[in-house]
C-alpha cells in the first residue's frame, strides 16, 4: 500500500488538534469526512485517546494510503477507513461502530469538491448526528464575499483554473447551508496560514 504525505498537512495539525480538543465531546466516534492522506487520522488518534476516529474518503488511493498511516501509527481508537461519498443520500458508515458518531470533522474538503457537496454535507450529518453534536470544518473562505489574504485570492485563481466547479467559499454561504439543516454557528477562529475553524452546533 502506498503511503502517501501532503506538507501542508504536517504543518497544520498541532493547530486543528487544539480545535478539536477545546470542542470535540469526551468520548465517542469521531467522523473523518475526506480524510485525504490520512496523516491527520493518524495523528489525531494518537493524541485523542479517549475517542475512536473513523477516516473515510472517496478516492481508492486515498484510502490505501490512509490504511498505511493507521498501521504505521498503532493508535487503537484508529479504525480502518471506509470509503464515503457525502453526495450520496444515505452514508454507509454507521455499522460495526464501537460507539455512536459524537461529531464529524471535515478538513480542506469544501474548496475542491463541487458547491453541492456542502449542502450534501450538511445534510448527511443531519441524519446522523443527535442535537448538540459540533461538525468542525477547516480550510481557506471569504467573508462578506472577499478573500481575507491576497495569497487565499491567488489559491482560488489556481483553483478555478483547475475545476471550474472549484474555489474557496464563502463563509456567509456555508453558514447559511448549515443553518438549513439545523445547525448553528457556535465559533470561528483565525487558524495559521489564513485559514478558519468553523465549529457548527446541531440543534
Given at each position: 500500500?502506498?503511503?502517501?504525505?501532503?506538507?501542508?498537512?504536517?504543518?497544520?495539525?498541532?493547530?486543528?488538534?487544539?480545535?478539536?480538543?477545546?470542542?470535540?465531546?469526551?468520548?465517542?466516534?469521531?467522523?473523518?469526512?475526506?480524510?485525504?492522506?490520512?496523516q491527520?487520522?493518524?495523528?489525531?488518534?494518537?493524541?485523542?485517546?479517549t475517542?475512536?476516529?473513523?477516516?473515510?474518503?472517496?478516492d481508492?488511493?486515498?484510502?490505501?494510503?490512509?490504511?498505511?498511516w493507521?498501521?504505521?501509527?498503532?493508535?487503537?481508537?484508529l479504525?480502518?477507513?471506509?470509503?464515503?461519498?457525502?453526495?450520496?443520500p444515505?452514508?454507509?458508515?454507521?455499522?460495526?461502530?464501537?460507539?455512536?458518531?459524537?461529531?464529524?470533522?471535515?478538513?480542506?474538503?469544501?474548496?475542491?469538491?463541487?458547491?453541492?457537496?456542502?449542502?450534501?454535507?450538511?445534510?448527511?450529518?443531519?441524519?446522523?448526528?443527535?442535537?448538540g453534536?459540533?461538525?468542525?470544518?477547516?480550510?481557506?473562505?471569504?467573508?462578506?464575499?472577499?478573500?481575507?489574504?491576497?495569497?487565499?485570492?491567488?489559491?482560488?485563481?489556481?483553483?478555478?483554473a483547475?475545476?471550474?466547479?472549484?474555489?474557496?467559499?464563502?463563509?456567509?454561504?456555508?453558514?447559511?447551508?448549515?443553518?438549513?439543516?439545523?445547525?448553528?454557528?457556535?465559533?470561528?477562529?483565525?487558524?495559521?496560514?489564513?485559514?478558519?475553524?468553523?465549529?457548527?452546533?446541531?440543534?
Open positions: 500500500m502506498t503511503k502517501r504525505y501532503a506538507p501542508a498537512t504536517e504543518r497544520n495539525c498541532e493547530a486543528i488538534l487544539a480545535v478539536l480538543q477545546e470542542h470535540l465531546p469526551d468520548k465517542g466516534t469521531i467522523l473523518e469526512i475526506a480524510s485525504g492522506t490520512g491527520h487520522a493518524a495523528f489525531f488518534s494518537q493524541q485523542l485517546t475517542h475512536h476516529w473513523l477516516p473515510t474518503d472517496i481508492s488511493i486515498n484510502l490505501a494510503s490512509i490504511e498505511s493507521r498501521q504505521e501509527a498503532g493508535a487503537p481508537g479504525l480502518p477507513p471506509r470509503a464515503l461519498d457525502v453526495s450520496e444515505a452514508w454507509p458508515i454507521e455499522d460495526d461502530l464501537p460507539v455512536p458518531i459524537a461529531a464529524i470533522v471535515n478538513i480542506n474538503m469544501l474548496h475542491i469538491s463541487p458547491w453541492p457537496c456542502c449542502e450534501a454535507l450538511f445534510a448527511g450529518a443531519a441524519h446522523i448526528l443527535a442535537s453534536s459540533a461538525i468542525i470544518l477547516y480550510g481557506p473562505f471569504k467573508r462578506d464575499g472577499q478573500h481575507t489574504a491576497r495569497s487565499n485570492a491567488s489559491f482560488d485563481e489556481q483553483l478555478r483547475q475545476n471550474p466547479e472549484w474555489g474557496v467559499r464563502d463563509l456567509e454561504s456555508v453558514t447559511d447551508i448549515a443553518a438549513n439543516h439545523g445547525f448553528i454557528v457556535r465559533d470561528i477562529i483565525s487558524m495559521p496560514a489564513n485559514n478558519l475553524s468553523l465549529v457548527f452546533q446541531r440543534q
